[in-house]
């Protein structure tokens, strides 16, 4: 399934997408920074904490830039930090930033509760809080002249958590047969990410596709086998002859997206192509 990110650009990828797991950050990593955890067990969530770094010194890596941006998102949405100030920003990530949440819209001041990474991807989910809403937001992290920079963010959607509801977009004309091909391989597909069925279990790909998967199984953690994928939104556009399916996926820990190509093969949609976020 090959969903398009929101106002983002995709690449094909030549290994499955696999699940978005919590990433853990050393608290010793290049000598700047700690690690804050909160909860236990499952629900633990991780939180980067950062030092400035002293003038003259290395760019910080992706993780450390995102945990000060993280924390400087939770301002901005306050309303106490203009998108100019944001750490590590192009002009264009500032752009995208978002409004700010209306004072009498908030349930006290906006916090970060974790900020969590697809393994091998430039992209960091960032969950923020006040006493009573949960704003998730993205930040995508890439380096620019050398440089790691934060060069694209999607806002939460304020209208959506703080009004309950998001006018339903009306399905594109021609998607039901391609959406339910996506559906049919992502019953298979997301649980297989997990360790949690064989290969042989996801229906509805390519044998392209099928020996793609196969040549890179999934290596998961045991703590993460027993969580329990499902799609909570799926989204199709239209791609040439072919379809890009776009699944948000939960799994009781983390939200991420699954993007995959349903093409039309000898009469039959097929997902025939995984790609992640350039």
Not at 7 to 14: D, W
Not at 149 to 178: E, K, M, N, R
Not at 192 to 198: D, I, K, L
Request: charged share 10%; proline share 12%; with cysteine.
């Amino acid at each position: 399934m090959e969903p398009a990110t929101p106002g983002g650009i995709v690449m094909r990828a030549r290994r499955p997408l696999l699940p978005v797991l919590a990433l853990v950050f050393a608290a010793g990593l290049a000598g700047c920074g700690q690690t804050t955890t909160t909860g236990s067990g499952a629900a633990t969530s991780t939180v980067a904490r950062s030092t400035p770094a002293p003038a003259g010194s290395a760019p910080a890596p992706p993780l450390v830039l995102a945990g000060a941006f993280a924390r400087a998102y939770a301002v901005y949405l306050d309303g106490r930090l203009p998108a100019r100030s944001l750490p590590g920003t192009t002009p264009a990530a500032q752009a995208q930033a978002g409004p700010v949440i209306p004072a009498d819209l908030r349930a006290g001041s906006i916090t970060v509760a974790s900020v969590q990474q697809p393994p091998g991807q430039p992209v960091f989910t960032v969950q923020l809080r006040d006493r009573q809403h949960t704003f998730p937001a993205q930040a995508t992290v890439t380096q620019v002249n050398g440089q790691w920079q934060v060069t694209a963010v999607v806002a939460p959607d304020l209208d959506s958590i703080l009004h309950g509801h998001t006018p339903p977009a009306p399905p594109p004309v021609g998607s039901a047969d391609p959406a339910q091909a996506a559906r049919a391989f992502l019953q298979g597909y997301l649980p297989w990410t997990y360790a949690q069925v064989p290969l042989s279990a996801v229906s509805d790909l390519t044998r392209a596709l099928r020996a793609q998967l196969a040549a890179s199984p999934p290596n998961v953690p045991p703590r993460f086998r027993a969580l329990h994928p499902h799609v909570i939104v799926l989204g199709l556009k239209r791609a040439g002859g072919a379809w890009d399916a776009y699944a948000t996926v939960a799994d009781g820990q983390v939200t991420y997206t699954v993007t995959v190509v349903i093409s039309l093969i000898r009469g039959r949609w097929l997902a025939s192509q995984l790609v992640q976020p350039h």
